[in-house]
């Protein structure tokens, strides 16, 4: 036992001398959680818009005023037709066009926009703010009761996906560099000889990195609370329990990796191709796993941050129970034991 709590400490303490490891262990994070928050955002904010009415009556300048009242839109000019708003767009002075039909005054219709669709999703929102906007007179949404997120604050729905990406990416990649470290310092022989069992020296390398992560997890939850303001409305150890399910998936799956590759710069390179890519583009993180083809839905299936981010959209957001993420959780707790066998089982004591 002594021996292993040896190999802990020794893992430790070569984990904090190294400085380049813990700006990423504490740096990305940090760093993330901010851009994400803050700067990468879908809100619909200052959208800059062009009246088009060739006759601005009492009905027409009172949507035009909500328009303009609303935090939503930035009214930049009043044009006489359609072309001009749209020449206007095209040379990138506006997002959108509001035109006004000669009989809006009487019939309270004939609107139509002009949108700049070079994002078509941010292009519908604008358009269904603007409809909203124009047709309640107080100027909010028309008969809309937004849940969970009143405010409609992407950060609501960043920050489950970030701690999905962080703890994966954080645990995998350091996990697995670590080891092969080892295999290319020739320092793994002298560890495989020694009386400790080789399972024992894979737990002792991931104990470290699980502690890390668990402190990485506590940062990342203080920053979602107090500086983004994203609630924590469903049970904390619940939140918890399952984020330490999720970090020993993330730990096993970096063992993995280090048995395959041969060098550090092989295990980064497995660690972004496997990692990266399917979590930002098939975890659900940016886009609607629903909105997908039936293929890539199928093979976002086997991507386990996609379990873990909708069980903490719906801890944190919506404040449900344990019930309601039963099937995350096993499904995690599958892929646990899955992987931590596999690595386990090729993880030879005798080194090529």
């Known amino acids: 036992m002594k021996q292993f709590i040896s190999f802990v400490i020794k893992e430790g303490k070569h984990i904090l001398r190294d400085k380049r490891t813990m700006l990423i262990l504490f740096g990305m994070p940090l760093v993330l959680m901010l851009i994400f928050g803050f700067a990468i955002t879908t809100d619909v904010k ?4 062009i009246v088009v009415t060739s006759s601005m009556d009492h ?3 009172q949507a035009v005023d909500r328009l303009a ?6 009214i930049v000019q009043v044009v006489a037709t359609p072309k001009d708003a749209e020449r206007l767009i095209r040379g990138q002075k506006a997002d959108m066009a509001i035109v006004f039909g000669a009989d809006f005054a009487s019939k309270r219709s004939g609107v139509q926009f002009i949108v700049d669709g070079a994002d078509p999703n941010m292009a519908q929102q604008w358009t269904n703010y603007a409809t909203s906007v124009m047709l309640n007179p107080d100027g909010g949404a028309v008969n809309t009761k937004m849940l969970y997120n009143p405010q409609m604050r992407s950060a609501y729905n960043f920050v489950p996906a970030i701690m999905g990406m962080l703890l994966m990416l954080v645990c995998a990649m350091m996990t697995s560099i670590s080891i092969v470290r080892e295999k290319e310092k020739g320092t793994m022989e002298v560890l495989l000889v020694s009386p400790v069992k080789p399972l024992m ?3 002792a390398k991931a104990i470290p990195y699980l502690v890390l992560a668990f402190v990485i997890l506590i940062i990342i939850l203080l920053m979602a609370r107090f500086v983004l303001g994203v609630p924590l409305v469903g049970s904390l150890f619940w939140i918890i329990v399952i984020s330490v399910i999720y970090i020993l998936l993330a730990l096993s799956l970096g063992l ?3 048995n395959v590759a041969k060098t550090q710069l092989v295990a980064l390179l497995l660690s ?4 990266l890519v399917p979590i930002v583009m098939l975890s659900g993180m940016l886009f609607p796993v629903e909105s997908m083809p039936t293929v890539l839905q199928w093979i976002s299936a086997i991507v386990p941050p996609r379990y873990y981010i909708e069980a903490m959209r719906k801890l944190m957001i919506m404040g449900v129970g344990i019930k ?3 099937r995350e959780v096993i499904i995690l707790v599958g892929m646990v034991t899955l992987l931590m066998t596999l690595a386990l089982v090729k993880f030879n004591k005798r080194l090529e």
């Open 324 to 326: 309601e993420v039963a």
């Open 46 to 49: 200052n959208v800059r818009a």
């Open 69 to 74: 009242a609303s935090e939503y839109f930035t």
């Open 256 to 258: 993995l990796i280090s």
């Open 201 to 203: 020296i894979i737990v």
């Open 59 to 61: 009905l027409t300048q």
């Open 272 to 275: 972004a191709m496997v990692l």
